[in-house]
């Protein structure tokens, strides 16, 4: 009865369109009223509480990087850098707009800046080369996904809070799938356009990739410098985004020169109102998660799938296939929110690595982002590139099974996500 009022009334209240965070607090009251403890005041102790996080002021300043580094000219660097590396290969732009994602992941950890700055930059090159438009919008918004899973990533932070697990080790871990996800990405595309003929760009020379990586090296120094103080225990992850920040920054007005000090106060209020939309839902949905704990609906739901618990790889499978399918009616940030403290006593109850889980949770989520109808960097694609969402939805949908077929690979051999973890700790 306690479930199905909590699923209730939160479904309900989106159903009627109210904003997630409104119906998290919805459903926050609901239980209350059930549990006869309604009471406004812990209600607002506990989104005061909510938000009030030192890990969580890594957030803010990774948005903030990553809106220097789409205005101060530090993602056009990468992109060029990858246009002189593969853009002469058959179907090279794709692979450019595959390799950049990875690149910028490492600078941004936000999928909508990436999939914006992709697809400014990249689609109308792609169309004018003769690649169909809605195919290469779709490997835009599926490369675009990256962002959350290779560090450093708002998602990883999100979660280690709400899951009480290690950013650091996060970070790591997420390093070796983001790659996956691109190699599956890259066996789409080649598939996708084997029969195209569409015009090669001219290959570069020597001289103009050693001139491109020259340009692009201050971009690509930075997620060098976070993993080696993650690694060396120089900075905390909440300290390496502040880090990211001010080089970015630092970067962007000193040595590119792109970034004027008039153009700061528009970017600083654009994080800022990110970042609120970000702090709210997450203040909102602690209310949920306390609420979760109190009703004991982790013990009922460990208590119902207690046949999986000897199981943890069908386990796995079956809060993945839940995962995927939350995903395509809610955003990234509310899933996190609302699952993680129901899955995590099932994650320990049957012996899963916290971490593995995170990673493939973050993995899920971050496909999410372009499973339609919801789909928020499908709609970031369709309009920055001036695209009809079902184009976008079309052109999507090989290179989103890629990277469904690359999650069931991480969920049947686990060690694809552990031993790199283990061998860059050794």
């Known amino acids: 009865m306690t479930i199905a009022i909590f699923i209730g ?29 309604l009471d406004a005041q812990i209600l607002a102790q ?22 220097i580094m789409n205005v101060g000219g530090l993602s056009q660097r990468i992109v060029n850098f990858a246009l002189a590396l593969v853009g002469h290969v058959k179907g090279g732009l794709g692979y450019v707009a595959i390799l950049a994602a990875c690149l910028l992941s490492a600078l941004s950890g936000s999928a909508v800046a990436d999939a914006a700055a992709l697809t400014a930059l990249l689609l109308p090159m792609m169309v004018k080369a003769g690649h169909n438009k809605s195919t290469a919008g779709g490997l835009i918004a599926a490369s675009g996904v990256i962002g959350p899973i290779i560090p450093p990533s708002i998602g990883f932070v999100i979660f280690g809070v709400a899951a009480n697990v290690s950013i650091t080790k996060l970070f790591i871990a997420g390093i070796f799938p983001g790659i996956m996800i691109g190699i599956g990405l890259a066996v789409a595309w080649w598939w996708v356009g084997r029969k195209e003929k569409i015009e090669l760009p001219v290959r570069r020379s020597r001289g103009e990739v050693l001139r491109a990586a020259r340009e692009s090296f201050w971009a690509l120094l930075l997620p060098v410098i976070i993993l080696v103080g993650l690694r060396m225990g120089v900075f905390t992850p909440t300290e390496a985004a502040v880090v990211a920040a001010v ?19 528009p970017i600083f209020t654009t994080a800022a109102k990110t970042t609120a939309v970000v702090m709210f839902l997450v203040a909102a949905a602690m209310v949920s998660a306390w609420l979760i704990t109190v009703a004991q609906l982790p013990a009922q739901l460990v208590s119902l799938l207690q046949p999986l618990l000897d199981r943890p790889m069908l386990l796995m499978m079956a809060m993945m296939v839940l995962v995927m399918i939350v995903g395509t009616a809610m955003d990234m940030t509310p899933t996190i929110l609302i699952l993680t403290p129901v899955l995590m006593p099932l994650v320990r109850a049957a012996g899963i690595d916290p971490v593995y889980f995170g990673v493939l949770f973050i993995v899920n989520n971050s496909i999410g982002l372009i499973t339609p109808p919801v789909g928020t960097v499908l709609n970031v694609v369709a309009g920055v590139g001036r ?19 690359v999650l069931g690979i991480m969920v049947v051999f686990p060690q694809t996500v552990m031993a790199p973890l283990r061998w860059f700790y050794s």
């Open 9 to 37: 009334s939160l479904i309900g209240a989106m159903m009627l369109g109210i904003p997630i965070a409104y119906a998290l607090l919805a459903s926050g009251v609901a239980l209350m009223w059930h549990l006869d403890m």
């Open 46 to 67: 506990n989104v005061i509480t909510g938000a009030d996080s030192f890990p969580l002021l890594a957030v803010p300043f990774f948005m903030l990087a990553g809106e």
């Open 247 to 265: 080089y970015a920054l630092f970067v962007a007005t000193v040595i590119y020169r792109e970034l004027p000090l008039r153009a700061l106060a």
């Open 387 to 405: 695209m009809k969402m079902d184009e976008v939805t079309k052109g999507v949908l090989p290179f989103m099974a890629a990277e469904f077929v």
